[in-house]
């Protein structure tokens, strides 16, 4: 059972660099998530894909770009990166109900470094 | 304005004490609130949810309240074990979203120590 899978594990980059982030669940969850993880500021949203072909802003958005590819896959993009940007980056998945009663999974994060 | 508030950075104890974490949430009023684990260099997993009307909820060593008047979810480990070691996340959505989107605290680190 894969769950949610992203790749790289890993990545440094120079600032300026574009790159993109890859994401893909096999539980057949139409919502998808991209989150950042800093130290002292906990897991904070960064974009987010309530269903397929779909996809709306999360409280930290700016810098970044998204692609829901299709129900499996949402991708996270930084056109130019910035030393702010060096973050764990986590991506969750979920069935959405009203109310949020359902939990979200995660992946195992992808940590990238902005020189 | 953050939504979900775990005040404790950090809870050390020994092993078989009870951890005792706190939740509390400020200007909304969520039908349930979840209850994640983060192991180092790991994805949170999600543990428990708990509902607006349950007072509490148990799997195994695990108890969860939920207090609408106070707005504080509180979160017990008995007996613990240094293998409960971990940051432990609290979460929450809007009342009625059915985006599936969380509120997420920043954690709470346990160590317990043999």
């Known amino acids: 059972n894969a769950g949610v899978t992203q790749t790289p594990k890993f990545q440094v980059l120079k600032t300026g660099q574009s790159m993109t982030l890859q994401c893909a669940q096999d539980?057949?969850?139409?919502?998808m998530y991209w989150y950042r993880q800093d130290p002292g500021m906990g897991l904070r949203l960064i974009y987010y894909?309530?269903?397929?072909?779909?996809?709306d802003k999360g409280e930290v958005p700016n810098g970044y770009n998204v692609s829901r590819l299709n129900k499996r896959e949402f991708s996270l993009r930084l056109e130019s990166a910035a030393p702010s940007q060096t973050s764990v980056y986590f991506c969750?998945?979920?069935?959405?109900?009203?109310?949020?009663?359902?939990?979200?999974?995660f992946g195992d994060g992808t940590r990238l470094s902005i020189l | 304005s953050q939504k979900i508030e775990q005040n404790s950075e950090a809870l050390n104890i020994q092993e078989g004490k009870t951890a005792t974490l706190t939740c509390n949430y400020t200007?909304?009023?969520?039908?349930?609130l979840q209850w994640y684990r983060q192991d180092p260099g790991r994805g949170p997993v999600f543990l428990l949810l708990?509902?607006?009307?349950?007072k509490e909820k148990r799997k195994e060593r695990l108890k969860v309240t939920f207090d609408t008047t106070l707005k504080q979810s509180l979160f017990h480990i008995t007996a613990s074990q240094p293998a409960d070691s971990a940051t432990y996340l609290c979460?929450?959505?809007?009342?009625?979203?059915?985006?599936?989107?969380?509120?997420f605290g920043r954690g709470t680190q346990l160590t317990v120590w043999p």
């Open positions: 969750a998945s979920s069935e959405p109900t009203p109310g949020g009663n359902q939990p979200q999974h």
């Open positions: 539980m057949n969850h139409n919502s």
């Open positions: 894909s309530a269903s397929e072909g779909t996809t």
């Open positions: 200007n909304y009023s969520p039908a349930y």
């Open positions: 708990i509902r607006e009307n349950e």
């Open positions: 979460a929450a959505a809007d009342r009625g979203s059915t985006l599936g989107r969380l509120y």
